[in-house]
T-cell receptor
Framework: GENVEQHPSTLSVQEGDSAVIKCTYS??????FPWYKQELGKGPQLIID?????GEKKDQRIAVTLNKTAKHFSLHITETQPEDSAVYFC????????????FGQGTILTVHP | DVKVTQSSRYLVKRTGEKVFLECVQD?????MFWYRQDPGLGLRLIYF???????EKGDIPEGYSVSREKKERFSLILESASTNQTSMYLC????????????FGQGTRLTVV
C-alpha cells in the first residue's frame, strides 16, 4: 500500500515569513495529492490539491509543487498570518480503492504575530 | 452547506465497555471512512465503506468493527474498549471516484479509563 512521510512535525515562523512543508510517497500509481488544514477543535478541511499532470498549482498565498520522479510534493505558504496556525496534513491515494487516502503524520504550524 | 456530523464531541468510557461512535453525512456520498488521529502518527485509517453493508479493513482494524445499514450512516464499534484506544476519532465521507475531496466531521475525543 501507499506510505506517506511528512516533515517537519512542527514549524514555527514569524508573521509575514514563508512556510514549507514536505511530503514523500511510495506508490508510483498515486496521481492526486491533496493538502488538508485542521484548525483547533475542527476536522481537517481540503485547502489545495494537485494532480500528477501538473508540477505546480497556486491559490493566493498557498502553492503546491510536485516532483513525480522523486515522489515528493510540498506545500508553500507565503506571507503567513496568525490564522494560518493549524495542523497540516498531506495525503496520497496509492493505486487502490477509489476515494481512499493515506495521510502523512501532520505538521503543527505556529505563526507568531 | 455539506455536513458530516459525529454524534459526540467527547466521550469517557470504562475499560471493557462496548462503545459506539456514530457518523451521519448529508451529501449522498458512497464512501465513508473512520480514521484515528494520534500526535505524531497522523490520520490512520481504521475501516471504510463504499456502499451499504460493504466494508473494508484499513491499516489498523484490530479491536474495531463497523456497521453501515444506511447510506448516510456509518458506525464505529469498539467491542471491548481498552486504554490504548484513547484517541481522537474522525469520520469522513467522499464520492466513489478517483481524486475526490474527503469531508470530515468535527471529531470525537474518546477517553477510556
Amino acid at each position: 500500500g501507499e506510505n506517506v512521510e511528512q516533515h517537519p512535525s512542527t514549524l514555527s515562523v514569524q508573521e509575514g515569513d514563508s512556510a514549507v512543508i514536505k511530503c514523500t510517497y511510495s506508490d508510483s500509481a498515486s496521481n492526486y495529492f491533496p493538502w488538508y488544514k485542521q484548525e483547533l477543535g475542527k476536522g481537517p478541511q481540503l485547502i489545495i490539491d494537485i494532480r500528477s499532470n501538473v508540477g505546480e498549482k497556486k491559490d493566493q498565498r498557498i502553492a503546491v509543487t510536485l516532483n513525480k520522479t522523486a515522489k515528493h510534493f510540498s506545500l508553500h505558504i507565503t506571507e503567513t498570518q496568525p490564522e494560518d496556525s493549524a495542523v497540516y496534513f498531506c495525503a496520497a491515494p496509492g493505486g487502490t480503492s477509489y476515494g481512499k487516502l493515506t495521510f502523512g503524520q501532520g505538521t503543527i504550524l505556529t505563526v507568531h504575530p | 452547506d455539506v455536513k458530516v456530523t459525529q454524534s459526540s464531541r467527547y466521550l469517557v468510557k470504562r475499560t471493557g465497555e462496548k462503545v459506539f461512535l456514530e457518523c451521519v453525512q448529508d451529501m449522498d456520498h458512497e464512501n465513508m471512512f473512520w480514521y484515528r488521529q494520534d500526535p505524531g502518527l497522523g490520520l490512520r485509517l481504521i475501516y471504510f465503506s463504499y456502499d451499504v453493508k460493504m466494508k473494508e479493513k484499513g491499516d489498523i482494524p484490530e479491536g474495531y468493527s463497523v456497521s453501515r445499514e444506511k447510506k448516510e450512516r456509518f458506525s464505529l464499534i469498539l467491542e471491548s474498549a481498552s486504554t490504548n484506544q484513547t484517541s481522537m476519532y474522525l469520520c469522513a465521507s467522499s464520492l466513489l471516484r478517483r481524486n475526490t475531496e474527503a469531508f470530515f466531521g468535527q471529531g470525537t475525543r474518546l477517553t477510556v479509563v
